[in-house]
Protein backbone atom coordinates (compact mmCIF):
# COMPACT_ATOMS: atom_id res chain seq x y z
CA UNK A 1 0.00 0.00 0.00
CA UNK A 2 1.26 3.87 0.24
CA UNK A 3 -0.66 6.56 1.31
CA UNK A 4 -2.27 9.18 -0.89
CA UNK A 5 -0.76 8.69 -3.81
CA UNK A 6 -1.16 4.70 -5.76
CA UNK A 7 -1.14 2.78 -8.91
CA UNK A 8 -4.79 3.77 -9.50
CA UNK A 9 -4.21 7.60 -8.74
CA UNK A 10 -5.12 9.30 -12.16
CA UNK A 11 -3.30 12.36 -12.24
CA UNK A 12 -4.20 16.19 -14.23
CA UNK A 13 -0.91 18.69 -14.64
CA UNK A 14 -2.09 22.25 -14.50
CA UNK A 15 0.99 24.06 -16.47
CA UNK A 16 1.49 21.05 -18.50
CA UNK A 17 3.18 22.76 -21.84
CA UNK A 18 5.17 25.10 -20.00
CA UNK A 19 8.44 24.52 -19.62
CA UNK A 20 8.51 22.84 -16.29
CA UNK A 21 5.68 20.96 -16.66
CA UNK A 22 6.65 19.45 -19.75
CA UNK A 23 10.43 18.01 -18.51
CA UNK A 24 8.60 17.06 -15.65
CA UNK A 25 5.48 15.11 -17.14
CA UNK A 26 7.72 13.26 -19.05
CA UNK A 27 9.70 12.38 -15.98
CA UNK A 28 6.38 11.75 -13.92
CA UNK A 29 5.07 9.58 -17.32
CA UNK A 30 8.52 7.46 -17.51
CA UNK A 31 8.09 6.13 -13.66
CA UNK A 32 4.59 4.80 -14.22
CA UNK A 33 2.73 7.71 -12.99
CA UNK A 34 -1.08 7.20 -14.97
CA UNK A 35 -1.47 10.86 -16.30
CA UNK A 36 -4.69 11.48 -18.08
CA UNK A 37 -4.51 15.28 -19.20
CA UNK A 38 -3.05 18.84 -18.87
CA UNK A 39 -5.20 22.03 -17.88
CA UNK A 40 -4.47 24.87 -20.11
CA UNK A 41 -7.43 26.80 -21.41
CA UNK A 42 -5.49 28.55 -23.79
CA UNK A 43 -4.37 25.10 -24.98
CA UNK A 44 -7.34 22.98 -24.78
CA UNK A 45 -8.84 20.07 -27.87
CA UNK A 46 -4.54 19.92 -28.32
CA UNK A 47 -2.39 16.40 -27.80
CA UNK A 48 0.82 16.90 -26.27
CA UNK A 49 3.50 13.84 -27.85
CA UNK A 50 5.61 11.94 -24.63
CA UNK A 51 7.63 9.73 -26.89
CA UNK A 52 5.08 6.80 -27.00
CA UNK A 53 2.23 8.40 -25.12
CA UNK A 54 -0.15 11.10 -25.91
CA UNK A 55 -1.75 12.99 -23.54
CA UNK A 56 -4.46 15.69 -23.77
CA UNK A 57 -5.08 19.41 -23.20
CA UNK A 58 -7.81 20.78 -21.66
CA UNK A 59 -9.40 23.94 -21.01
CA UNK A 60 -10.43 23.37 -16.95
CA UNK A 61 -9.86 21.03 -13.73
CA UNK A 62 -13.62 20.01 -13.73
CA UNK A 63 -13.60 19.47 -17.90
CA UNK A 64 -10.34 17.31 -17.56
CA UNK A 65 -12.05 15.34 -14.36
CA UNK A 66 -15.45 14.46 -16.21
CA UNK A 67 -13.36 13.36 -19.47
CA UNK A 68 -10.78 11.15 -17.30
CA UNK A 69 -11.89 10.54 -13.92
CA UNK A 70 -8.87 12.22 -12.57
CA UNK A 71 -8.44 12.64 -8.62
CA UNK A 72 -5.08 14.09 -8.55
CA UNK A 73 -3.84 17.59 -9.91
CA UNK A 74 -0.21 18.73 -9.99
CA UNK A 75 0.63 22.55 -10.00
CA UNK A 76 2.81 23.90 -12.37
CA UNK A 77 1.62 27.46 -12.21
CA UNK A 78 3.57 30.50 -11.90
CA UNK A 79 3.00 31.86 -8.63
CA UNK A 80 0.72 34.90 -9.89
CA UNK A 81 -1.56 32.87 -11.07
CA UNK A 82 -0.86 29.67 -8.86
CA UNK A 83 -3.67 31.25 -6.63
CA UNK A 84 -6.32 31.36 -8.44
CA UNK A 85 -5.53 27.37 -10.19
CA UNK A 86 -5.31 26.25 -6.74
CA UNK A 87 -8.66 27.36 -6.51
CA UNK A 88 -10.18 25.49 -9.49
CA UNK A 89 -9.03 22.38 -9.06
CA UNK A 90 -10.69 22.41 -5.09
CA UNK A 91 -13.78 23.82 -7.07
CA UNK A 92 -13.86 20.58 -9.31
CA UNK A 93 -13.87 18.77 -6.54
CA UNK A 94 -10.27 16.91 -6.84
CA UNK A 95 -8.96 14.61 -4.12
CA UNK A 96 -5.63 15.64 -3.81
CA UNK A 97 -3.29 18.66 -5.15
CA UNK A 98 0.28 18.72 -4.95
CA UNK A 99 1.40 22.38 -5.50
CA UNK A 100 5.35 22.63 -6.89
CA UNK A 101 5.28 26.33 -7.69
CA UNK A 102 8.16 27.93 -5.50
CA UNK A 103 7.34 31.95 -4.03
CA UNK A 104 3.95 31.78 -3.99
CA UNK A 105 2.84 34.96 -1.78
CA UNK A 106 2.19 33.62 1.85
CA UNK A 107 -1.33 35.51 1.82
CA UNK A 108 -2.58 33.86 -1.51
CA UNK A 109 -1.18 30.50 0.21
CA UNK A 110 -3.26 31.36 3.42
CA UNK A 111 -6.53 31.59 0.79
CA UNK A 112 -6.22 28.92 -1.05
CA UNK A 113 -5.23 26.08 1.52
CA UNK A 114 -8.54 27.39 3.54
CA UNK A 115 -10.83 27.53 0.94
CA UNK A 116 -9.57 23.61 -0.28
CA UNK A 117 -9.97 22.55 3.30
CA UNK A 118 -13.78 23.31 3.27
CA UNK A 119 -14.29 21.49 -0.05
CA UNK A 120 -12.01 18.19 1.22
CA UNK A 121 -9.02 19.05 -1.37
CA UNK A 122 -6.10 18.06 0.53
CA UNK A 123 -3.27 20.06 -0.69
CA UNK A 124 1.31 18.97 -0.57
CA UNK A 125 3.14 22.02 -0.45
CA UNK A 126 3.12 24.37 -1.79
CA UNK A 127 7.31 25.27 -2.32
CA UNK A 128 7.48 21.48 -2.68
CA UNK A 129 8.90 18.59 -4.54
CA UNK A 130 5.71 16.54 -4.36
CA UNK A 131 5.55 12.58 -3.58
CA UNK A 132 6.09 9.71 -4.66
CA UNK A 133 5.44 5.37 -4.00
CA UNK A 134 7.85 4.00 -5.83
CA UNK A 135 6.89 1.39 -8.31
CA UNK A 136 3.43 2.78 -8.18
CA UNK A 137 3.41 6.62 -9.12
CA UNK A 138 4.91 10.06 -8.96
CA UNK A 139 2.95 13.32 -8.45
CA UNK A 140 5.61 16.14 -8.56
CA UNK A 141 9.87 16.29 -9.34
CA UNK A 142 11.19 14.17 -7.02
CA UNK A 143 13.70 11.95 -9.00
CA UNK A 144 12.03 8.54 -9.59
CA UNK A 145 15.80 6.88 -10.39
CA UNK A 146 16.67 7.37 -6.26
CA UNK A 147 14.03 5.45 -5.06
CA UNK A 148 12.43 2.79 -7.80
CA UNK A 149 12.15 0.40 -4.63
CA UNK A 150 8.81 -0.19 -2.93
CA UNK A 151 9.33 -1.01 0.83
CA UNK A 152 8.85 -0.36 4.72
CA UNK A 153 9.98 3.39 5.50
CA UNK A 154 7.33 5.93 5.01
CA UNK A 155 9.14 9.80 4.37
CA UNK A 156 7.81 13.06 5.62
CA UNK A 157 10.17 15.94 4.26
CA UNK A 158 10.31 19.73 4.80
CA UNK A 159 13.26 19.84 2.74
CA UNK A 160 13.74 18.37 -1.37
CA UNK A 161 17.22 18.22 -0.72
CA UNK A 162 17.48 15.87 2.22
CA UNK A 163 14.50 14.12 0.76
CA UNK A 164 16.81 13.40 -2.24
CA UNK A 165 19.26 12.53 -0.06
CA UNK A 166 17.56 9.96 2.55
CA UNK A 167 15.79 8.43 -0.39
CA UNK A 168 18.75 7.71 -1.87
CA UNK A 169 20.87 6.37 1.20
CA UNK A 170 18.06 3.92 2.20
CA UNK A 171 17.31 2.96 -1.62
CA UNK A 172 18.20 -0.24 -0.51
CA UNK A 173 15.55 -0.99 1.70
CA UNK A 174 12.64 1.15 0.13
CA UNK A 175 9.51 3.87 0.69
CA UNK A 176 5.88 2.88 1.03
CA UNK A 177 5.49 6.94 0.30
CA UNK A 178 7.93 9.42 0.47
CA UNK A 179 5.84 13.04 1.19
CA UNK A 180 7.90 16.38 0.55
CA UNK A 181 5.69 18.65 2.31
CA UNK A 182 7.54 22.16 1.47
CA UNK A 183 9.05 24.62 3.79
CA UNK A 184 6.92 27.18 3.07
CA UNK A 185 5.27 29.01 6.55
CA UNK A 186 1.63 27.93 5.57
CA UNK A 187 1.58 24.26 3.71
CA UNK A 188 -0.77 22.29 3.21
CA UNK A 189 -0.83 18.59 4.40
CA UNK A 190 1.79 18.75 7.26
CA UNK A 191 4.10 16.46 9.52
CA UNK A 192 1.21 15.00 11.09
CA UNK A 193 -1.30 14.40 8.87
CA UNK A 194 1.80 12.35 7.39
CA UNK A 195 2.29 10.46 10.83
CA UNK A 196 -1.39 9.72 11.38
CA UNK A 197 -1.49 8.16 7.67
CA UNK A 198 1.50 6.27 7.72
CA UNK A 199 0.41 5.10 11.28
CA UNK A 200 -2.61 3.68 9.55
CA UNK A 201 -0.53 2.16 6.82
CA UNK A 202 -0.21 -1.53 6.78
CA UNK A 203 3.15 -1.54 4.36
CA UNK A 204 4.62 0.91 6.48
CA UNK A 205 6.71 -0.39 9.22
CA UNK A 206 9.05 2.72 10.10
CA UNK A 207 8.57 6.54 9.98
CA UNK A 208 11.16 8.86 8.98
CA UNK A 209 10.72 12.61 9.74
CA UNK A 210 12.71 15.15 8.24
CA UNK A 211 12.66 18.62 9.87
CA UNK A 212 14.49 22.21 9.72
CA UNK A 213 14.55 25.35 11.79
CA UNK A 214 11.81 27.60 12.22
CA UNK A 215 7.97 27.59 13.52
CA UNK A 216 6.83 24.77 15.91
CA UNK A 217 5.72 22.06 13.30
CA UNK A 218 8.34 19.64 14.43
CA UNK A 219 7.39 19.91 18.11
CA UNK A 220 3.62 19.55 17.32
CA UNK A 221 4.67 16.53 15.80
CA UNK A 222 6.71 15.42 18.45
CA UNK A 223 3.11 15.64 20.56
CA UNK A 224 1.60 13.60 18.07
CA UNK A 225 4.04 11.12 17.83
CA UNK A 226 3.45 10.62 22.16
CA UNK A 227 0.15 10.31 21.59
CA UNK A 228 -1.18 8.48 18.70
CA UNK A 229 1.96 6.93 16.93
CA UNK A 230 3.08 2.60 17.65
CA UNK A 231 5.41 2.66 14.84
CA UNK A 232 9.33 3.36 15.55
CA UNK A 233 10.11 6.72 14.15
CA UNK A 234 13.46 8.05 13.24
CA UNK A 235 14.28 11.54 12.64
CA UNK A 236 16.64 14.12 11.59
CA UNK A 237 16.50 17.98 12.01
CA UNK A 238 18.30 19.99 9.46
CA UNK A 239 19.83 23.94 10.93
CA UNK A 240 21.96 23.52 13.89
CA UNK A 241 24.09 25.81 12.28
CA UNK A 242 21.60 28.48 11.49
CA UNK A 243 22.32 32.03 12.74
CA UNK A 244 19.55 33.36 15.17
CA UNK A 245 17.04 35.79 13.44
CA UNK A 246 18.59 34.66 10.17
CA UNK A 247 16.02 33.09 7.15
CA UNK A 248 17.78 30.09 6.21
CA UNK A 249 16.68 28.55 2.86
CA UNK A 250 13.12 27.87 3.15
CA UNK A 251 10.78 31.13 4.25
CA UNK A 252 9.45 29.46 7.25
CA UNK A 253 13.16 28.18 7.91
CA UNK A 254 13.96 31.47 10.62
CA UNK A 255 14.94 31.11 14.09
CA UNK A 256 13.73 33.68 17.11
CA UNK A 257 15.24 33.13 20.44
CA UNK A 258 14.31 29.63 21.46
CA UNK A 259 11.91 29.35 19.26
CA UNK A 260 12.48 26.94 16.61
CA UNK A 261 15.53 26.35 17.15
CA UNK A 262 17.39 22.83 15.74
CA UNK A 263 18.33 21.98 19.18
CA UNK A 264 14.90 22.52 20.72
CA UNK A 265 13.31 20.34 18.05
CA UNK A 266 15.40 17.32 18.71
CA UNK A 267 14.81 17.08 22.45
CA UNK A 268 10.90 17.27 21.71
CA UNK A 269 11.24 14.81 19.55
CA UNK A 270 13.56 12.38 21.60
CA UNK A 271 11.24 13.06 24.82
CA UNK A 272 8.43 11.50 22.50
CA UNK A 273 10.92 8.51 22.13
CA UNK A 274 12.30 9.32 18.58
CA UNK A 275 15.45 9.06 17.55
CA UNK A 276 17.14 11.61 16.00
CA UNK A 277 20.42 11.64 13.94
CA UNK A 278 23.38 13.88 13.73
CA UNK A 279 23.36 14.04 10.07
CA UNK A 280 21.28 12.93 7.24
CA UNK A 281 23.80 9.73 6.77
CA UNK A 282 24.01 8.64 10.79
CA UNK A 283 19.66 9.13 10.65
CA UNK A 284 19.74 6.62 7.29
CA UNK A 285 22.31 4.15 9.48
CA UNK A 286 19.59 4.50 12.31
CA UNK A 287 16.52 3.76 10.00
CA UNK A 288 17.81 1.12 7.95
CA UNK A 289 19.20 -0.74 11.70
CA UNK A 290 15.74 -0.08 13.02
CA UNK A 291 13.83 -1.41 10.20
CA UNK A 292 15.73 -4.46 9.82
CA UNK A 293 15.08 -5.42 13.72
CA UNK A 294 11.69 -4.09 13.49
Known amino acids: MAIFLT ?10 TGAEGMKHTRRMLGAGTQIVGGVNPRKAGRIVDFDDRTVPVFA ?6 AATGADVTVV ?29 PVHDAVAFQAYAKERSTRIIGPNCPGLISPGQS ?10 TKPGRIGLVSKSGTLTYQLMYELREIGFSTAVGIGGDPVVGTTHIDCL ?8 TELILLIGEIGGDAEERAAAYIAAHVTKPVVGYIAGFTAPEGRTMGHAGAIVSGSTGTARAKQEALEAAGVRVGATPSETARIASRDVTHS
Open 7 to 16: KESKVLVQGM
Open 60 to 65: SVAEGM
Open 76 to 104: FVPPPFAGAAVTEAADAGIALAVVITEGI
Open 138 to 147: NAGIIPADIA
Open 196 to 203: AAFEEDPD
